[in-house]
């Protein structure tokens, strides 16, 4: 690439994008969420059916390569182990509590509301039951 072709690109679309090194993995900070003694969310009235919506098109057992878009190898949320094993990693990506909101995870639509992101949250306080 000249200098001057390297200079457009950095110019109009900044220089993470004209080259081919891995992007930092960017998250948010623990939401602090808590688990309310009343809890009623589980994996059958709630978690199963979040991952299914917002995360298992990309980040399931079933994918691999480019199909994965760029979710890490071994971060598969189709199970409800598979999901247990990475809840701090969700909590920062995905999830809402009383400290933050993370909006990072999905990138692309369809994305949960600030309340399902609350619940999200609230479900992995209580350990994902």
């Not at 199963?48 to 390569?65: E, I, K, N, P, V």
């Not at 878009?69 to 598979?82: K, R, W």
């Amino acid at each position: 690439m000249t200098s001057r072709a390297l200079l457009a690109c950095i110019v109009l679309v900044g220089a993470a994008a004209c080259d081919d090194a891995p992007r930092a993995e960017s998250h948010g900070a623990p939401t602090g969420s808590t688990c309310p003694p009343d809890n009623t969310l589980t994996y059958q009235s709630f978690g199963q059916d979040f991952m299914t919506a917002y995360c298992t098109r990309c980040h399931a057992s079933t994918l691999s390569g480019p199909d994965r878009l760029d979710a890490p190898v071994g971060y598969d949320f189709d199970t409800l182990g598979g999901v247990r094993q990475h809840l701090a990693h969700i909590d920062v990506h995905a999830a809402a509590g009383p400290l933050t909101v993370n909006d990072g995870m999905p990138e692309t639509d369809p994305r949960p509301s600030v309340e399902e992101r609350r619940m999200l949250g609230q479900w992995i306080a209580c350990g994902a039951p």
